[in-house]
Structures are given as C-alpha cells and as structure tokens.
C-alpha cells in the first residue's frame, strides 16, 4: 500500500499539463506561494493567541488556524502531484481540511453575536476617547474634592482651634470663679470644682470629685435632694435654685452653713450636667442680724435719747427765766449731746474712747494750754458715752460761765483710773485750778440735777459735787463693766494736753 502511495498507479498532474514548462512553473509556484502563505496566517494566529491569554474565543482562532493550515496543504500536495501522482494522499489531506472546514463552519454561526459583541477598534478608539473625557472630569472633580477638603479642613482646624479656645477660657473661668463651681453629672456625682469650692467646702478636690452631690447637702435634705435633682433634669434651665427658701450646705465636717446656689445646664454627648455656683453668705446673714440689732439698738436708743432731751428741755424750762436763756441752755446741751453722737457714729455705734470723749467736750472752749487729761483709755459703752458726755457738757460750762476758766489764769484738769476691789471700779475727778473759789448755786438747776443724781444713778455709781477754794471738784465712783466692756490697749495711763492733744 505504501509502495502504491509512493509509485503510484496514477500519471503525473504535469502530464495533463503537457509538461509545458511555463505552465508547470505557473502552477507549481502559485501552489507554493500560497501553501506559504496559509502556512504564516496560521503562524501568526498561533502566536497572537499564546500572547494573549485574556483573549476571547480562543478555541474559534484555533480552529481557524488548523482550517487556513489544513487549505494550504492541499496547495501544497497539488504541487506535489504535478510530478509524482500520490492522488490518495491529496485525497486524504482535502477529506480532513473539509472536515475541519465544516466543523468551522458549524462552530462560526453561534458565535457570531459574541464576535459582534466584541467592540470594533472605531468603538474602541470612541470608548478611549470618552474614557478620556470621563477620566479629565474625574480628575477636574478630584481636584475639586481635594479643594472642598482643603476648605474642610482648614474650616475643621479653626473650629478645632475656636473649641479648643473656648474649653480653655471656660476651664479658665471655671477654676477662677470668685464664687465656689461644682459641675455635676446627671447621676449625682461631682464631676469638677473649682479652688473656691475647695475653701468653701474645707475640703481638697480628691474628697469631693466622684462623690454623691448628697454628701454636700445637710442630712435633713438628703432624702429629698435626688427627687429635686430628677426635676430640675427633666426641665433643664438656668435659674436659681430655691427661690423663696433658705438653702444651707455642708462643709466636709460636718459644719452647716446658708448659701445661694445658682444652677446653669450643660447639654453633653452623656447627657445634661450641672453647673452650680454655690456662694456662702454667711457673712451677709450676720450682717443681716447685726444690722437687724443695729436697727433695734437704735429704735432702742432713739427712744432713750429723746427721753434724754424731754428730761433736758423740762429742766431747762424749769431753770430759765425767760425763752432767750432757755433757747441758749438748750441749744448748748443739744450741742454737747450731739458731740457725744458723733464720737458714737464714728465707731458704728460700739462705743468711745474716754479720753476722746473729755477732749470732744471741752474742745468748745478752745483753750488747749488751760486743759490737762490724764487716765487710761476706755472705750465706754454707747450709753456711758452719752450719760458722761452729759456730765462732762454740764462742768465744762459752768467753767466758763463761773468756775476756773473765767478768767485766763484758770485751768481744769480731768483724770481717772482704775482701782482693782472685790469689783473693778472707774473712778474719775473733774479738778479746776487758779480761778475763783466755787460757791454752791442758791438754785439747784438741770446741771446740778444731772451730776449729783442723774448720771451717777444711770451709770450704777456715785458722785460728789464739791465747792474747794481751788474751784470745783467733781468726783465719780462706777463699776467698771457698767461702763465698759473692753480696756484698750496703750499703757495704764495716757496724758492729753488740751482737747486737740496726743497721747503723751
């Protein structure tokens, strides 16, 4: 069979073509030409594929490529059989590139629409340059994106930086608050204070912060302390808290105390805190009471100093003669009265300085080279000060008018001291020197009244009024606590020289 193949019983191809060597050349050739070229088309399909791996329908390109190479065989087996006949083999080679043919041609009709699904290189040149576009405006609007951000960020950081401010200058204001500032959270504890809550507490911050706002409420108001808190929770408002009532809060000793307490909400990521100002007034309320006493003390005293002056003016009445020398004594004892006040304003009402009160009631005379004061300093009692500036008014103006400085060779010395007995006594002389022997009044008047009964009567003591050949002396014994509560400090004696003088 194979020595068939090879020799064959067939004559050559070239016989038909009468061995003309032009025509045997144009065939010979052209079959060649084209086996060469069904030959690379099958090359070069084979290498596009095994390049590109991705590609689609690489079985079709395959199938292609056997189909181009199997057509070219026959071209070349035609040139084959020009001179040797082996018609069989052709035979075969054109069975098998018809086989590959038709099963190509089968194969190709399904998948035309997968072909034509594949874009054309104009779509593809179309889709790049709209992909361009698209990829120009994504980047326009990245650009974009990138400038909002940038204005984002720089809008984030000032704010940061605001927010950051602000938390600074509350914290600021928070810790050098004048008045004591508790934050507290909505469960009750203390969350924050301030220095000033620190000392109105009398307790460091590590005792306070942590703890049940409670434990800074007196214990009569701890029960109902979380049900006012729930309220004020429920309709968070800046207000004071307990308008209308007493508030009292505790010190960690337990020490009670009156407060206001005013309550400023704080909305937060946990809810509603509380911001309390907490201001001791403790100081106010006993400003309040002394002032309340102050008013009392001074209805009190009003009432007896117009007492006071009904008793001066009935004694004046009684003693002048006529209504020119009653305006003048009166007038001259108010005087002297109010000189006492004064003394009395200008130490709220505590009291006066003994020696202050003798140069405030001889300073009318103005003759400082003709006065001497010699004693301690005591600060009499309000009512010790008006009673002996009394004493002190009515002897100054005799003195004038008919004792020792009636003359300028007089003088008048006033001293006192304090005797230590069973009781602490006050005992104070009234001396006048170098003018006219005293004579007793043939009439005893409202200042003769006043030295020998009223004022040694309304200071608890005694008194003698007495007439020497140097001038008049006048004498006072009192106890000590009926006059004065307090011995000021400055020696056991102080000289004045005059009512304008200084401690010597």
Not at 42 to 68: C, D, H, Q, S, Y
Not at 183 to 189: E, I, Q
Not at 227 to 240: E, H, S
Not at 255 to 279: W, Y
């Amino acid at each position: 069979m194979v020595e068939r193949l090879l020799n064959g019983i067939y004559m050559p191809h070239g016989y038909c073509l009468l061995w003309e060597p032009w025509l045997i050349t144009l065939h010979a050739v052209s079959d060649l030409l084209t086996f060469a070229a069904y030959s690379a088309i099958p090359l070069a399909i084979w290498i596009f594929v095994t390049k590109r791996p991705n590609i689609e329908m690489r079985g079709l390109a395959r199938l292609f490529a056997a189909f181009i190479l199997w057509c070219g065989m026959t071209h070349l087996f035609n040139v084959i059989t020009l001179w040797h006949p082996v018609y069989e083999v052709q035979g075969l080679v054109k069975a098998t590139t018809a086989a590959v043919s038709v099963v190509t041609a089968v194969l190709i009709f399904p998948l035309i629409p997968k072909a034509l699904a594949i874009p054309s290189p104009n779509e593809l040149q179309l889709a790049n340059a709209e992909l361009g576009r698209e990829i120009a405006a994504h980047k326009r609007t990245l650009e974009e994106l990138r400038a909002v951000r940038a204005d984002l960020e720089q809008r984030v950081n000032a704010r940061t930086k605001a927010l950051s401010d602000a938390t600074v200058r509350f914290r600021s204001l928070f810790e050098h608050a004048p008045v004591a500032m508790l934050m507290v959270d909505r469960t009750g504890k203390v969350q924050q204070v301030n220095a000033a809550a620190e000392q109105v507490f009398a307790a460091p911050s590590m005792e306070i912060v942590g703890r049940p706002v409670e434990e800074l409420v007196p214990d009569t108001l701890r029960e109902v302390h979380p049900k006012l808190r729930d309220a004020y929770v429920q309709d968070p408002r800046a207000r004071p808290m307990g308008a209308g009532r007493e508030l009292f809060a505790r010190r960690r000793n337990g020490e009670q105390f009156p407060v206001e307490i005013g309550l400023n909400p704080i909305r937060g990521a946990d809810g509603t805190a509380v911001i309390a100002s907490v201001v001791d007034i403790s100081h106010r309320r006993r400003e309040q009471q002394r002032l309340q006493f102050i008013m009392r003390e001074l209805s009190h005293r009003s009432k007896n100093l117009l007492a006071v002056i009904q008793g001066m003016a009935r004694q004046a009445i009684a003693s002048s003669t006529d209504l020119t020398a009653f305006e003048k004594s009166f007038s001259e004892r108010l005087q002297g009265l109010a000189r006492s006040h004064e003394l009395l304003v200008g130490k709220n009402w505590q009291g006066a300085v003994i020696a202050d009160l003798v140069a405030a009631q001889l300073a009318f005379m103005k003759r400082e080279n003709n006065l001497e004061s010699v004693g301690p300093d005591i600060l009499l009692t309000p009512q010790a000060t008006q009673t002996l500036g009394l004493a002190l008014h009515e002897l100054a103006t005799n003195a004038v008018k008919h004792g020792a400085l009636k003359n300028a060779a007089g003088r008048v010395v006033v001293n006192w001291r304090i005797e230590e007995d069973m009781v602490p006594r006050l005992r104070l002389c009234w001396q006048e020197l170098g003018g006219s022997p005293g004579e007793p009044a043939r009439r005893k008047g409202f200042g003769y009244t006043a030295l020998e009964r009223v004022v040694p009567s309304s200071l608890g003591g005694t008194a003698k009024l007495s007439f020497t050949a140097e001038g008049v002396r006048w004498e006072l014994d009192v106890p000590l606590d009926r006059i004065s509560n307090v011995l000021l400090a400055g020696g056991p004696d102080t000289t004045r020289v005059g009512p304008g003088a200084t401690h010597a």
